[in-house]
């Protein structure tokens, strides 16, 4: 019984996305940190 | 996270973290000692620039208690994400398949399951500095000696085990010779965690952690360009059915054990009760839960470069290096310097938040302590700061002295702290949330979860070793409970951490009869244990 593509292709595709969304939130919530003063 | 490389030993017999040999370079020398100097520099700069704000000890050791969101979940990504993280998981997936990048990845599952502890232990310890300063106030002297053991044992192994990672792996991508590379990287941590302390190691770990995902996301994206999913699926299918398994058995044990060590590090390790600390209240279970989330895709995406390498046509040599080439054949000389700044940000972010946090512990739990016990004399905040900076010089010493002879069979001592950390689990645990939880549970849990755990380490095999740590402590630490429950007043726990004593020393009442507001080692109550 083997892994089938779909489920390759969702976690491949899916960690990629996950990983480029995750730096995007970090910088976000820098920036919403930044403007509220709340970064320390 | 560390516990992966277990396996390795499973396979081989032995464990090499990387190998040094010269073949698998990716880059020039030159380049590469360009770019240790380059990023040195860089972080010590940064360290000293957010160190300006450490005015005191407080803000030294937990960044002023005021850590926000986007540090808070950055640092919680880059602490986790070691270089066994970026550079075993393409080998793992490689050797052990789908199930292998699975595997690794469950070690998010420690930062998940941390996250509602982070909360509860900021609220129950607004003042608190280390893990076993936790468990001393819960627990006592029967409870933080163990405890203590097995804290310093775990810590200076991972620094240990990272610091020649470091030399070897900067020998395998630019043949930088091992010494060197090891003893840059190490002196760049000290250096920059010596001037900024946790506010250094957390806003480095800010632009690690950036700098980490976005290089995976570009050599994802660099593979994906050049070959479909669906060409890997069907290259593995054909030459390698067995990395394609559903029942994988080697990969399947590697995952159990992965988690359960994973959750042990997360919950004894003071690296991370520092940044449960160092987090401004509410923040904790936030950065956590997102932090875990954050990490989770990494172990997949690097693992998904080893599986990708059949269908490039990359000859693998050298499994430990199939990331770094996948990435230099696909994008040149841009691809193997992103990779190693990748690998550079991956070993700093884990070196320094061990050298802050291991300070921590030497600072309020060996020195405070002895000092008090000679001198009767509380410490003041700048005697505090002044001993920082010489644990942190003492652990790189120590931490250089035991990297340098290049030692293989010394990697594999930090496999011993699996069932040591999963027999802290369960008291941490009981100790947070359960008023019964006394010290001999804690105590007779730790002892024999770790003794049983090594027995079956070397009688069974290291997947085992983290799960009957685990299973032992816990059953130990429930029947103990039953046997002799304990009543504790959480707000104990909740003062100041010199208070009790400072109480005791005016000749007020005592707030803490049990003497849990002693430190390890001191008698006190003519000399019970708790």
């Known amino acids: ?40 | 996270m560390n516990m992966a490389i277990g396996l390795e030993e499973q396979l081989f017999g032995g464990v090499v973290l990387v190998s040094s040999v010269d073949t698998g370079r990716i880059l020039s020398q030159e380049a590469g000692y360009g770019m240790l100097v380059l990023f040195g520099l860089a972080w010590i700069g940064l360290g000293i620039w957010w160190g300006r704000r450490a005015t005191t000890y407080d803000g030294f050791a937990v960044a002023g208690r005021n850590v926000g969101l986007a540090l808070g979940t950055a640092t919680a990504v880059a602490t986790w994400v070691t270089s066994n993280t970026t550079m075993l998981a393409p080998q793992f997936a490689l050797q052990l398949g789908l199930w292998g990048a699975l595997a690794y990845s469950t070690a998010s599952f420690g930062l998940f399951a941390f996250a509602p502890l982070s909360g509860r232990i900021r609220r129950l310890m607004p003042h608190g500095y280390t893990a076993v300063e936790f468990v001393r106030r819960r627990y006592g002297r029967l409870g933080s000696i163990p405890f203590l053991i097995i804290s310093l044992f775990y810590a200076m192994t991972w620094l240990i085990s990272m610091a020649m990672a470091g030399g070897k792996l900067l020998n395998a991508l630019s043949g930088i010779p091992y010494e060197v590379g090891m003893t840059v990287v190490l002196v760049v941590c000290v250096l920059y965690t010596l001037f900024g302390g946790m506010y250094a190691v957390i806003g480095t770990d800010f632009v690690q952690s950036i700098i980490i995902l976005i290089g995976l996301v570009v050599v994802a994206i660099a593979v994906i360009a050049h070959v479909d999913v669906a060409d890997v699926h069907q290259q593995l299918q054909a030459d390698r059915p067995m990395l394609l398994s559903i029942l994988f058995p080697a990969a399947l044990m590697a995952l159990f054990n992965n988690m359960l060590f994973g959750f042990g590090e997360i919950f004894h390790s003071n690296v991370w009760w520092s940044r449960a600390f160092a987090m401004r209240e509410g923040v904790g279970p936030k950065a956590y839960l997102l932090g875990g989330l954050l990490w989770l895709p990494v172990p997949i995406v690097a693992g998904f470069l080893g599986l990708a390498a059949p269908a490039l046509g990359i000859g693998v040599s050298q499994p430990d290096t199939v990331g770094p080439m996948v990435a230099a054949t696909l994008l040149g000389t841009g691809g193997a310097l992103l990779v190693f700044v990748v690998v550079f940000c991956s070993l700093a972010s884990s070196i320094d938040s061990l050298l802050a946090a291991t300070s921590d512990l030497v600072v309020n739990d060996i020195a405070e302590p002895i000092a008090e016990q000679m001198t009767s004399v509380q410490a003041t905040d700048a005697t505090k700061r002044r001993w920082s900076l010489f644990a942190i010089i003492g652990l790189g010493v120590i931490t250089w002295c035991a990297a340098y002879p290049n030692i293989g069979t010394l990697a594999t001592v930090l496999f011993f702290a699996g069932p040591m950390v999963g027999s802290c689990i369960w008291p941490i645990i009981g100790g947070l949330y359960f008023r019964r939880s006394s010290p001999i549970a804690a105590c007779a849990a730790m002892v024999a979860g770790t003794s049983l755990g090594l027995v079956a380490y070397f009688a069974i095999g290291w997947f085992v070793a983290s799960l009957v740590g685990a299973a032992v402590s816990g059953v130990v630490f429930l029947i103990a409970m039953v046997l002799y429950p304990d009543d504790f007043d959480f707000n104990l726990l909740s003062d100041s951490p010199d208070a009790p004593i400072a109480v005791q020393s005016e000749g007020v009442a005592p707030i803490d009869p049990d003497g849990r507001g002693g430190m390890v080692g001191d008698i006190r109550g003519g000399g019970e244990t708790r």
């Open chain 1, 1 to 40: 019984m083997m892994f089938p593509l779909w489920f390759l292709e969702l976690i491949v595709v899916g960690g990629l996305i996950l990983c480029g969304l995750g730096a995007a939130a970090l910088i976000v919530f820098w920036i919403l940190d930044f403007k509220e003063k709340r970064i320390w």
